[in-house]
């Protein structure tokens, strides 16, 4: 891999401003959308950038081979479930405590990777970040401020949310093999052929007349959070490797916390601040760890 240059560094800190900046959408577009809509919207125009792209580089798509079941998995647990919960969780909870506890993938993917890996086993670094990180996020739970009695639950809906980011991760492994474009235009394809049923049956969004901002809201979601994002991830890992790209999750809480406030006002407390330093921390702690085994 080459050394990262300005436009590589500009290139990780805007898609972590893009995908910081789709806690406050999220939030905008439980307005007038509810999580399904949200989420089928979502995989939707998200599909349009990638399924082009692969148009143009003329690259199959598998979603119907013999892999199908592997696809349309992980499609439901990567896509479809942690979409729906952090569109659910947000609608009671401050977008910018979904950024931080959305970070706790890092940490998640820290421990299941100890259990269905053979090479990311704990070691001291790790476990001490995985500790501080964690202990972030429980921190956080006893902001009896902005987390109470009435979203507790939304809020642990949104760390499943994360959690679901991270076995989809692990499951994704069984297909390594194929094209990392092949594989997320199968996933997304297979999306929306679960979700076009649960959004007509339960939601019926055509029933209903959507602010403006709401709408704005969720093509941008789909478009740039989920469908641009993952263009512009893929340039960086092909130039720069996963190292430099899984610099992007000590940026994604902090631009979170920043953008809900710029756009929403969203009230910031010390328990907040001091949450969102810890998990950073243990972030860094985890990846410190990681890198020192991958240069190895």
């Not at 639950?153 to 760390?159: D, M, Q």
Request: aromatic residues 14%; proline residues 3%; charged residues 10%.
């Amino acid at each position: 891999m080459r050394q990262p240059n300005l436009i590589d560094y500009l290139s990780l800190t805007v898609l972590a401003l893009i995908w910081a900046s789709a806690f406050f959408n999220i939030k905008i577009a439980t307005y007038s959308f509810g999580p399904i809509t949200i989420a089928f919207l979502r995989v939707f125009f998200g599909a349009i950038p990638v399924l082009f792209l692969c148009y143009l580089k003329k690259i199959k798509i598998e979603a119907f081979s013999k892999d199908w079941h592997w696809f349309a998995m992980i499609g439901f647990i990567n896509l479809v479930a942690p979409f729906f919960l952090i569109a659910y969780g947000v609608e009671s909870v401050q977008s910018n405590l979904a950024a931080i506890l959305m970070s706790s993938t890092t940490l998640s993917s820290t421990v299941l990777g100890h259990f269905y890996t053979k090479n990311e086993k704990f070691n001291m670094k790790r476990t001490i970040g995985v500790l501080i990180g964690f202990s972030g996020i429980v921190y956080l739970f006893s902001d009896n401020i902005l987390i109470n009695e009435n979203n507790f639950i939304s809020a642990l809906l949104i760390l499943l949310g994360s959690t679901c980011y991270v076995i989809g991760g692990v499951l994704t492994l069984k297909i390594s093999k194929k094209k990392n474009e092949n594989v997320t235009s199968s996933i997304l394809i297979w999306a929306i052929i679960i979700l076009i049923p649960l959004v007509s049956f339960i939601e019926q969004p055509w029933r209903t007349i959507p602010r403006l901002d709401s709408s704005i809201s969720v093509v941008y979601l789909g478009l740039v959070s989920t469908g641009i994002a993952w263009l512009l991830r893929f340039r960086i890992l092909v130039n720069n490797g996963l190292i430099f790209q899984s610099q992007v999750s000590y940026l994604i809480p902090i631009f979170g916390t920043i953008l809900s406030y710029i756009f929403l006002k969203e009230l910031i407390t010390i328990k907040v601040l001091v949450s969102l330093i810890a998990v950073v921390i243990g972030i860094y702690i985890v990846r410190k760890a990681n890198d020192k085994i991958i240069l190895k």
